[in-house]
């Protein structure tokens, strides 16, 4: 079986962050054009004499703190994943911050109100954000929900495509084939079929949240494990740390190109650029020319 990505993976891969960016911008647009509609039909219904630019001024609002607020929540749920192994701990601090972003939405969206209001001669009654919170905090922590749901989906369905790498554990009767302690074949699992990962194949790891993502060929595959705990299990006259997020395989190095300030880049054999921090340089140099 081969384990490299599909074409059209491959390039979603290439320009995920700008993709991911452009998906929340575009589901948040499609969410405040739908209120604003509702909003107006609302006030048509119930006779109440409105300005035409009221309900665009108040969805609008709205989905500028959310576009601030969102970028927030998902730095919050990769410090506070609600994952199976860490949901009930985790939970509690995603109830807390539901609070923290709805005081925040609802402050920073009456003080813009406010200030349009103000640019057409009226007001709209800032003092009011405290009044309204219990009612706005209602539908602030449906929204928040919907985003760790979303986030959690995706990752759930990246990882299914991707294929996510797993250690081999001992074996259910006789000896292990190999160390369990240092491993030298991962399991990879991708669209429910398995194949095996020489550890010596692997260019670098990067940390990233609840994972370690191994680079191989060009493509990550996410390991469920903390730096720490993977950096023991790695043989050491192959890897070596090179920062608090990333180790490299000593054998992948192109070249060490120092920066101002101490720190420096390596470039990897397959173009790739991987930071060295000024903590870790010296051992790099050390054991790079040893």
């Known amino acids: ?19 991911e960016v452009a998906l929340w911008a575009a589901m948040l647009l499609a969410d405040m054009a739908l209120n604003m509609a509702v909003a107006t039909i609302d006030l048509q219904r119930t006779g109440r004499p409105f300005a035409q630019w009221e309900p665009i001024a108040w969805e609008a609002t709205s989905t500028a703190m959310w576009a601030v607020l969102i970028p927030a929540i998902l730095a919050f749920e990769r410090r506070f994943p609600l994952q199976l192994g860490t949901w009930r701990r985790n939970l509690p601090w995603h109830a807390a911050a539901s609070v923290v972003v709805s005081l925040v939405h609802v402050v920073g969206m009456f003080a813009l109100r406010e200030a349009i209001y103000a640019t057409q001669g009226e007001r709209y009654g800032f003092w009011r954000w405290w009044r309204e919170f219990p009612y706005e905090y209602l539908k ?63 260019e670098w790891l990067q940390a990233q949240g609840n994972y370690v993502n191994l680079r191989v060929r060009g493509r990550d595959y996410p390991l469920r494990s903390t730096m720490a705990a993977i950096e023991t299990r790695l043989d050491a006259a192959r890897f070596v740390r090179v920062h608090r997020s990333y180790i490299v395989n000593l054998d992948c190095i192109g070249e060490i190109e120092p920066t101002d300030g101490g720190d420096a880049q390596i470039r990897m054999r397959d173009g790739g650029v991987v930071p060295c921090s000024r903590r870790f340089r010296e051992n790099l140099r050390s054991r790079a020319l040893g």
């Open 140 to 202: 602030d922590v449906r929204t928040y929900a919907l985003v760790l749901a979303v986030v959690g989906g995706y990752r759930l369905l990246l990882l299914r495509l991707q294929g996510e790498a797993r250690l081999l554990g001992a074996p259910d009767a006789g000896p292990p084939v190999e160390p369990i302690e240092r491993p030298e074949r991962f399991l990879v699992r991708k669209l429910g079929r398995e194949f095996l990962l020489p550890a010596n194949e692997i």
């Open 1 to 19: 079986m081969s384990s490299g990505p599909s074409p059209l993976l491959q390039t979603y891969l290439r320009w995920r962050r700008p993709i």
